[in-house]
């Protein structure tokens, strides 16, 4: 109750602006006010770092990746606020440099209760938010809510971007229950809560084996005298939040994690006839940076701008040069293979000649020897 009442202190202090609630570049070069999740030994490292090529080597330190088919979780907390009767914004970038197969790039936003050295990927959160890649068939933006213990996944489909430069992922949540998502600063959807997720249970549950009973009153409605509002029913205005408002309580988490994937293949060996099973490995090499939470999506756009805008095209310059030198490397390599190929098939043909010669004169002694007997032939018929 105390944080509540500081928080609204704030808020009516600087209503008109923007207020940021959480801001995370890593210019300070460290990421102490990360902590690693030590609930398995396992979980691979983040290190800090701009990547193989970048805008900015130190705008665009972020937390990588830095270890092949691992999970991660690391997270940071913010101070309490509340977003009653105003937006919510959160927003980040992401970078798969290392042309990912297989892995999340999503941020969690979790309670204040949250154990952060414990987290793992069943705590519960308010939130799941950002890329997921997997083969070809997933690269979808989620964006899931835990709403009553259970999470509830977006029914529109967002793509994802699936290239090797950083983007910027915002999700806008405002207070008429209306969202959405940009990628890039640029709108990719938006709609209501109500509509695109399935908060509330299903009116009606068809039953499929159901068949009409043979007293079946034809009638088309008639009223169900024992009908009671299910103890369950919501009304959406106040979703998704159960007290009637959406708010990270205290401190809140974000949370950078990334899924191992395991995508099976029944492809069948003619030969033994086994389902053979196929671990598509996580690459590592994803970045991500420019975590920002604020209550107003001008602010997270101009944040956008100042951040991912500025790097973004010294970014794409540097891959590109980076791709052109690959290029001619690969190009050079070609050619000298194909002219050690070329002078592999000059000695190949030498061989054969001399193979060849070599067949000609077994042939002629062949040819010798027959005509030989033949004519041995011929002296014994005369004979
Ligand atoms: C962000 O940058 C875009 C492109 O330059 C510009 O159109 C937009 O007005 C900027 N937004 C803000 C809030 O400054």
Known sequence: MQIFTVVAVVVAV?????????????????????????????????KLTAGSFYGDAAKDKGLQTSQDA???????RFEP???????????FTVKHEQKIDCGGGYIKVFPADLDQADMHG????YLMFGPDICGYSTKKVHVIFNYKGKNHLIKKEIKCKDDELTHLYTLILNPDQTYEVKIDNEKVESGSLEEDWDFLPPKKIKDPEAKKPEDW?????????????????????????PDGEWKPKQKTTPTTKEPGCIQRSTTQSTARRKPALK??????????????????????????????GVTKDPELKMKQEQDDVKRKEEEERNKAQESEDADADADADEEEEEEEEEEEDTKDDVEEELSESDEAAKQKDEL
Do not use: M
């Open 14 to 46: 600087c209503s008109v602006h923007a207020k940021v609630y959480f801001r995370e570049e890593f210019l300070d070069g460290g990421k102490s006010r990360w902590v690693d999740s030590k609930h398995k030994s396992d979980y691979g490292e983040f």
């Open 70 to 76: 691992r999970f991660y979780a690391t997270s940071a």
């Open 81 to 91: 606020f509340s977003n009653e009767g105003k937006s919510v914004v959160f927003q």
């Open 122 to 125: 069943e705590s519960s959160y």
């Open 217 to 241: 009153d034809d009638r088309a409605k008639i009223d169900d005298p024992e009908d009671t509002k299910p103890e369950d029913w919501d009304k959406a205005e106040n979703i998704p939040d």
């Open 279 to 308: 671990n598509v490995h996580v690459k590592s090499g994803t970045i991500f940076d420019n975590f920002a939470i604020t209550d107003d999506a001008k602010e997270a756009e101009e944040i956008g701008n100042e951040t991912w």
